[in-house]
């Protein structure tokens, strides 16, 4: 009877420092991963606003494929949430909910998880930022809050701490968003529209020479140089940007183009001015659009060439094949949903459509 006392009271001593150990023990906790995506910090919040969209990229999701979700009747912006369910030890039952938001740069969400041991409640952070870099962001997704006696001693037996079972999760899941935005920026669609009559009409014009690989990063800076004139001589468009191909060298992958915006009537420059005043006379060309990123240009040329051939189109002797940028990429950060329409002028058509 001695032994099973002195048992009893050995086992006490050990419970008893073991709360005292556990209750003293710090269980605040606040952490988070950061990474840098190339892609604008406004696609990324995009996505991540929406909960809908986490059934691409959330970590729990690749845990348990038989997760079941339920969503809110609304799923992004201020009091948004959804829950879910998991008979996953390492998911189990909780939901979110988004208690701030400050559109492209911020989301502050509240997590609770419903444990065998009690619900547990966090703060959840995300941080949207630009880089130096053009069309890259630095984006961090956080979580802080303070766990409960029974969590710090659960934790206790875990093969990982807190911290990098939150830092793991986090890393899976913003390697997962990345790719997911990655591909969502090179959706692209190609239409061959057909023949139609575009009107001409003068325009501010800069011109320069380039490898056809260099057209992209040197029709910015001659467009920003037309667009300082116009702003400087008060000249308002008239019309959206474009670009005019000049000539077109394949045997040496040189072009001569000109980055223009159109205005209303014949502008007079002065001596010297590396910004000039042309004129388009109205043409009959085939119009191509293409809906996403400029590096798909290509193709839609190639599409726009076969249409001709397969339709006996002939081009235009002496006119010039030019662009027209539908969208602002300033304005419009996905690169997917960028609009260029392409004109190749042609001769002795039928007109289908008027531009």
Partial sequence: MKIIKYLLFLILIVLIGGAIYFGTKDGSFDVAETKVIDAPAEV???????????EEWGPWMKIDSSIVINYAEKTEGE????????DHVEVGDGAMKTIKVIPNKEIDQTITFNT????SKSDVYWRFEETETPGQSKVTWGMRGEQSFLEKVFMAFQDDDMDTAIKTMFQNGLNDLEAVVKE???TFSINVDGVTQYGG?????????????????KMGPLLGQVMGYMQDNNLAMAGQPFTIYNTIDDVTGTVIFSA?????????????????CGYMEPVTTLKTTLKGKYDYLSKTYEKAMAYM????????????????YRTDPGEVPNPAHWVTEVYIPIVNPVVTENE
């Fill in 201 to 217: 009409g003068y325009y501010m014009y800069n011109t320069t020479a380039a490898k056809q690989s260099e057209i992209g990063d």
């Fill in 309 to 324: 051939a397969e339709n006996n189109l002939q081009p235009h002797p002496t006119a010039k094949m030019f662009e027209v």
């Fill in 260 to 276: 223009g915006i159109p205005v209303k009537e014949k502008v007079i420059t002065p001596d010297g001015s590396p910004v000039l």
């Fill in 79 to 86: 009091g948004a949430s959804y829950s879910w369910s998991s």
């Fill in 116 to 119: 065998p041991i009690g619900d």
């Fill in 44 to 54: 990324v919040y995009n996505n991540v606003k929406d909960y809908r969209n986490w």
């Fill in 184 to 186: 969502s920026m090179e």
